[in-house]
């Protein structure tokens, strides 16, 4: 059985960092394309960034050159360094993994809390 679980998020003020985290238990971690989604309330979920095992990254026009997606695959793990924050960034942010050999088969994390204050 595979899950991601994730940690960080929180309260920051604009201009501030926060760096998210997100473990892939139960599968091997290189068979995933691995991302982050974020959904604010009464908008839709997003695509933020995602990162390929080629290290390939693709991220949404509003977070580029701030957010920076890495992963580690000696520790089954993925992370969001986003920096220079914005209150337009404010919503739930999960960790997403899907199987590269398996199209339909789509995993999330729990979701984490992400405010940053004016």
């Known amino acids: 059985q595979v899950g991601l679980v994730q940690s960080g998020g929180g309260l920051v003020q604009a201009g501030g960092s926060l760096r998210l985290s997100c473990e892939v238990l139960?599968?091997?971690?290189?068979?995933?394309?691995m991302g982050w989604y974020r959904q604010a309330p009464g908008k839709e979920r997003e695509l933020v960034a995602q990162m390929r095992r080629g290290g390939s990254t693709d991220y949404a026009d509003s977070v580029k050159g701030r957010f920076t997606i890495s992963r580690d695959d000696a520790k089954n793990a993925v992370y969001l360094q986003m920096n220079s924050l914005k209150p337009e960034d404010t919503a739930v942010y999960y960790c997403h993994a899907r199987d590269i050999y398996s199209i339909n088969t789509r995993y999330w994390g729990q979701g984490t809390q992400v405010t940053v204050s004016s």
């Open positions: 139960g599968s091997i971690f290189s068979r995933y394309l």
